[in-house]
Nanobody, 121 residues
């Protein structure tokens, strides 16, 4: 059974940083591309970033390039999203997902419950 558990969300001021973490286990961690999505109130869920199962490939949505970094922690079996220079428009519930490729066009089959990120102005 694939389990994805997000943590690290919270309230931060504009310009601040947060680090989200998605905990999983084997074989999920080493088998699936893993990604982060977000959903703001009244909006559709959107792709944020993803990383290949090997950790050598990444993809980002253009609105987070240069501000967010996705990475894998092989020891902890987590996929992390470092978010810097946060803005109020980054406010959303952030979801971790496992799919079949590390691009937004991938089929994302498994989802976590989400973690709330709120950026105040």
């Amino acid at each position: 059974q694939v389990q994805l558990v997000e943590s690290g969300g919270g309230l931060v001021q504009a310009g601040g940083s947060l680090r989200l973490s998605c905990a999983t286990s084997e074989p999920t961690f080493s088998t699936y591309p893993l990604g982060w999505f977000r959903q703001a109130p009244g909006k559709e869920r959107e792709f944020v970033a993803a990383i290949s199962w090997s950790g050598t490939g990444t993809d980002y949505e253009k609105f987070v390039k240069g501000r967010f970094t996705i990475s894998k922690d092989n020891a902890a079996k987590t996929v992390d999203l470092q978010m810097n220079s946060l803005a109020p428009e980054d406010t959303a519930v952030y979801y971790c997902a496992a799919g079949n490729r590390f691009q937004p066009t991938g089929v994302w089959v498994y989802w976590g419950q989400g973690t709330q990120v709120t950026v105040s102005s």
